[in-house]
């Protein structure tokens, strides 16, 4: 079953603006990680928080991770159009056997 | 940087033939893993290995098979190709963490058609 779910699907803003992707999963977890795809290539891993941390940034990255709500949010301060790609959340369950990774929310940054 | 490569980027293969795809990590990590993506079931997990010569299935195992001789090398094997294992194929590795499943990082994928 799929423990991490991204949303929106699909986001499309204008460089320089801000863009904000959620991510949803159901049970306890160890850590929960961020990816980002470029089209037709590999996933490279942005950001990484332990569920006994609430916010951590990396450059223009910032997460933020809420427990209680068993969500997730990256937010990417102003967006360039290299930032067009798929963002992944993947979850480590207290439970799991494996890192789980959600569907993806594809962003696009117009220049 | 972590290295982890993948044999080959594009792939052509016919029904039933038998294929390897190899993958190659340079960073002693125990843990190497297979992906299958698919265009609306994202990344699922066919095969991990956490050591070597050990394997675990993963989700959809089934069709495939592994094989981790070297702690650098894990190899994914279809036995007889078929037109549903038309994929993008990813790699990856990491370190064993202490209870959790930490920071994973992939190869460049192999896109896989099977006519």
């Known amino acids: 079953s799929q423990q991490g779910e991204e949303d929106p699907q699909a986001l499309s803003i204008q460089e320089g603006e801000n863009a904000t992707m959620n991510c949803s999963y159901k049970?306890?977890?160890?850590?929960l990680q961020w990816y980002r795809q470029n089209s037709g290539r590999g996933l490279v891993h942005l950001i990484l928080i332990r569920s006994n941390e609430r916010e951590k940034h990396s450059g223009r990255l910032r997460v933020t991770l809420d427990t209680s709500k068993k969500s997730s949010s990256l937010l990417i301060t102003a967006s360039r159009a290299a930032d067009t790609a798929s963002y992944f959340c993947a979850t480590d369950e207290t439970s799991g056997s494996r890192l789980t990774f959600g569907e993806g929310t594809q962003l696009t940054v117009n220049p | 940087d972590v290295k982890v490569t993948q044999s080959s980027r594009y792939l052509v293969k016919r029904t039933g033939e038998k294929v390897f795809l190899e993958c190659v990590q340079d960073m002693d990590h125990e843990n190497m893993f297979w992906y299958r993506q698919d265009p609306g079931l994202g990344l699922r997990l066919i095969y991990f290995?956490?050591?070597?010569?050990?394997?675990e299935k993963g989700d959809i195992p089934e069709g495939y098979s592994v094989s981790r001789e070297k702690k650098e090398r894990f190899s994914l094997i279809l036995e007889s190709a078929s037109t549903n294992q038309t994929s993008m194929y990813l790699c990856?590795?990491?370190?064993?963490?202490?209870?959790?499943?930490?920071?994973?990082?992939f190869g460049p994928g192999t896109r896989l058609l099977v006519l």
């Open positions: 990856a590795s990491s370190f064993l963490g202490g209870g959790a499943w930490e920071t994973q990082y």
């Open positions: 290995s956490y050591d070597v010569k050990m394997k």
């Open positions: 049970t306890s977890i160890n850590n």
